[in-house]
C-alpha cells in the first residue's frame, strides 16, 4: 500500500489587512447615492460635490504616499512576500514558525519531512519533536526559554531522527529568534539543520588528531615545546619519562626552560636569532634536568619560527 504523499509547506500566517479604508469609500459611495436620491435636489447635489472632493482628496494623498515609498500596490508587495516564502519553503533546513501560543503558522518542506508527519495534523512543534534523553529535553527548554522571552537562541543535540526505527543518531543545530516584522504577535522562527556530516568530519579529524599525538607521545625520541617566555607548552612522554615526570600531571606553562635545561642552556636556547619570517634550526648540546636534580646529556635539534 502506498504512503499518503509528504504535505506541502504550511503556511497560516495572518495577513495584514487593512479594510478600513476600503470600507470608507464605499459608505462614502452609497451615503452620496442616497444623498442623490432621498434628498432635496440642492442639498443631494452639494453632498454629492462634498463627496466627490473627500475621494479626490483621497486620491491625491494616496499617489503622493506612494511616491515617496509609504504606500505600496498589493502586487509588489505581493511579489516580495511570494519571493521570500520561495526561499523558505525550498530551504534545505527545516524552518517553522510559532505564535505566542507555540501553535505552528509556517512550516517549510524540510521541517514537514523531518517531523515525518503524513498530515498537517500531525506536526509537532520543536518542542516535542526532540524528547529523549536528559540532555536533549534540557537544550530544547532552553530554547523554549529563549522564545518565550523574544530572545536569539542555538544549541547543538544528538538525537534519533524523528520517525526513525533503526536507532541511528544524528546531530541537529536548532536556533531560535524572535520574528519582529510579521503581523502575527510573539511569532518566533525556529531552524533545525542537520549537521552530522560536519560533526562527523570534525570527529574525523580529532581522532586523526588523537592519533599523531599518541605517535608523537610514544616516539623514540623525546620533544617538546617552549613559548618565547620560556614556558613549556609540551612535552612527550618520551621526555616526561625520561626526566621522571608524570605527563597526567603535567600542565601548560607549569614548567620553564630553567627547569628541565641545566648551566647555561636555557641562555644558549633563547639567543638564537633569525629574520622575519625565517625558521633556523640547529643541533645543540645540553645537559637535561631530571626531577631529583641529576643531569642527563642530550643532544638538541632546536627549531625556532621568527614571527613576520
Keep these: 500500500m502506498n504512503s499518503a504523499p509528504t504535505p506541502a509547506s504550511v503556511d497560516r500566517v495572518d495577513r495584514a489587512t487593512k479594510p478600513f479604508l476600503l470600507i470608507f469609500m464605499l459608505a462614502c459611495i452609497v451615503g452620496a447615492a442616497a444623498a442623490l436620491v432621498l434628498a432635496p435636489g440642492t442639498i443631494g447635489r452639494q453632498a454629492v460635490a462634498w463627496t466627490m472632493a473627500a475621494l479626490a482628496i483621497v486620491g491625491v494623498f494616496g499617489v503622493l504616499m506612494h511616491a515617496v515609498g509609504l504606500l505600496q500596490f498589493v502586487g509588489r508587495a505581493g511579489g516580495k512576500l511570494d519571493t521570500t516564502k520561495a526561499i523558505a519553503d525550498t530551504s534545505g533546513d527545516g524552518m517553522i514558525v510559532t505564535d505566542a501560543h507555540s501553535r505552528i503558522v509556517y512550516a517549510n518542506d524540510a521541517y514537514i519531512a523531518l517531523s515525518g508527519g503524513k498530515s498537517v495534523q500531525e506536526l509537532r512543534p520543536v518542542e516535542r519533536l526532540f524528547t529523549g ?11 523554549a526559554q ?132 625565517e625558521v633556523v634550526t640547529e643541533p645543540i648540546v645540553v645537559d637535561l634536568k631530571r626531577r631529583q636534580g641529576r643531569v642527563m646529556p642530550a643532544r638538541l635539534l632546536h627549531r625556532v619560527t621568527f614571527s613576520s
Excluded at 178 to 192: H, I, N, Q
Design 133 to 143: 534523553a536528559p540532555e536533549i529535553s534540557e537544550a530544547v527548554y532552553r530554547l
Design 146 to 277: 529563549a522564545a518565550r522571552t523574544g530572545q536569539r537562541g542555538v544549541e547543538e543535540i544528538r538525537s534519533t531522527p524523528p520517525g526513525d526505527a533503526s536507532g541511528a543518531a544524528a546531530w541537529y543545530r536548532i536556533r531560535v529568534r524572535p520574528l519582529e516584522t510579521v503581523a502575527t504577535d510573539g511569532a518566533t522562527l525556529w531552524t533545525v539543520s542537520d549537521i552530522t556530516r560536519e560533526r562527523e568530519s570534525h570527529e574525523s579529524f580529532f581522532q586523526d588528531l588523537q592519533h599523531a599525538i599518541d605517535h608523537l607521545d610514544h616516539a623514540p625520541a623525546g620533544f617538546f615545546s617552549a613559548d618565547p617566555d620560556g614556558s613549556i607548552a609540551y612535552m612527550n612522554a618520551t621526555l616526561a619519562g625520561w626526566l621522571d615526570y608524570d605527563l597526567t600531571q603535567f600542565a601548560a606553562g607549569q614548567l620553564k626552560l630553567t627547569d628541565i635545561v641545566a648551566a647555561d642552556g636555557a641562555a644558549l636556547l633563547s639567543v638564537v636569532s633569525g629574520k622575519p619570517g
